[in-house]
């Protein structure tokens, strides 16, 4: 099974270049004011540039007016759009049917309820995006480096397309892999020296552990 990658909040040529050579599958670009990872749409749109070809650009968003969504897709001319706010089914579907793009639907999850209440969105996303429930007091929905049990996950049906995140690093990846056996994987502060501050060597070990688990259990 191949493994999807997307190296998320991406804010420089250097870690953009970083996630390409490890082999990211997508790239994520933050349009959250409120964040540290927080790009204007149009120096995005030009970063992203070097990715053409190379791995899928990812718009990332919380609770986007369509005006603002309309300033993010024309600068970024983005593969997919995420929305990683409180967006309902219903706004799943308008914004697909807006921009003619794919949409993952981020959702947090700390139990198995909050797992089943993410499945009103199957069939609607074009791809789920299982994140931590972000700590009291986070203004963040997400990259607040926290993880949930990612055994919840093990019993999700094959079909589903999903991506997990929350709480990744190099050091915890292989065990999410063996426990989740997910078909993608998402990491944005696990890759980071500080937040919003992207580390291409620590990007580099990241997707070197990824190689040698996914060589581990393959043996």
């Known amino acids: 099974m191949t493994l999807d990658i997307k190296i998320c909040g991406l804010k420089t040529p250097e870690a953009l270049?970083?996630?390409?050579t490890g082999g990211a599958s997508h790239v994520g670009f933050i349009f959250f004011p409120k964040s540290p990872r927080y790009l204007e749409p149009e120096a995005a749109g030009r970063l992203r540039r070097a990715a053409l070809g190379?791995?899928?650009?990812?718009?990332?968003t919380v609770d986007a007016d369509d005006a603002f969504l309309d300033r993010i897709v024309t600068a970024l001319s983005p593969d997919m759009l995420q929305l990683h706010g409180r967006e309902t089914p219903e706004r799943v579907t308008q914004v697909k049917a807006r921009y003619?793009?794919?949409v993952m639907k981020a959702l947090a999850i700390s139990d198995a309820s909050d797992l089943k209440a993410a499945m009103g969105f199957a069939?609607?996303?074009?791809?789920l995006l299982f994140d931590a429930?972000?700590?009291?007091?986070?203004?963040?929905?997400g990259g607040?480096?926290?993880?949930?049990d990612w055994r919840l996950l093990a019993a999700l049906?094959?079909?589903?397309?999903?991506?997990?995140?929350?709480?990744l690093n190099a050091a915890n990846i292989g065990?999410?892999?063996?426990l989740a056996n997910p078909p993608g994987i998402d990491i944005s502060s696990g890759v980071e020296s500080a937040p919003g501050i992207k580390d291409a060597g620590l990007i580099a070990e990241f997707f070197n552990s990824v190689r040698a688990a996914r060589t581990n259990a393959a043996a």
């Open 123 to 127: 069939g609607v996303a074009d791809r």
């Open 133 to 141: 429930k972000p700590p009291k007091g986070s203004v963040l929905p």
């Open 175 to 178: 065990d999410a892999l063996r």
């Open 54 to 60: 190379r791995a899928d650009a990812v718009a990332v």
């Open 157 to 167: 049906d094959l079909s589903i397309e999903y991506m997990l995140s929350g709480g």
């Open 17 to 20: 270049e970083a996630a390409l």
């Open 100 to 102: 003619g793009l794919p």
């Open 144 to 148: 607040n480096g926290v993880s949930f």
